[in-house]
């Protein structure tokens, strides 16, 4: 059984998942914007793509603290 000070998550962790969050919402941007300047249906491909990151940045969020805290 891990001691309570070795269980939890790190200073390096919580920078990883800070990172997660950032990249998926700015690639989900990112990609709606190609799409928008592909397809000129501005901004209908922006907004789906930041929620979209939005969204998969909170998944993966969740799935890491969950595994790190078990």
Not at 15 to 42: C, F, H, K, M, N
Request: hydrophobic share 55%.
């Amino acid at each position: 059984m891990p001691e309570p000070s070795d269980a939890g998550l790190r200073g390096r962790d919580l920078i990883g998942l800070g990172g997660l969050l950032a990249g998926a919402v700015v690639a989900g941007t990112l990609l709606g914007l190609l799409l928008d300047r592909a397809l000129d249906s501005e901004p209908v491909f922006t907004i789906a793509g930041v929620f979209a990151g939005i969204l998969a940045g909170g998944v993966g969020f969740w799935a890491r603290v969950r595994s790190a805290l078990k």
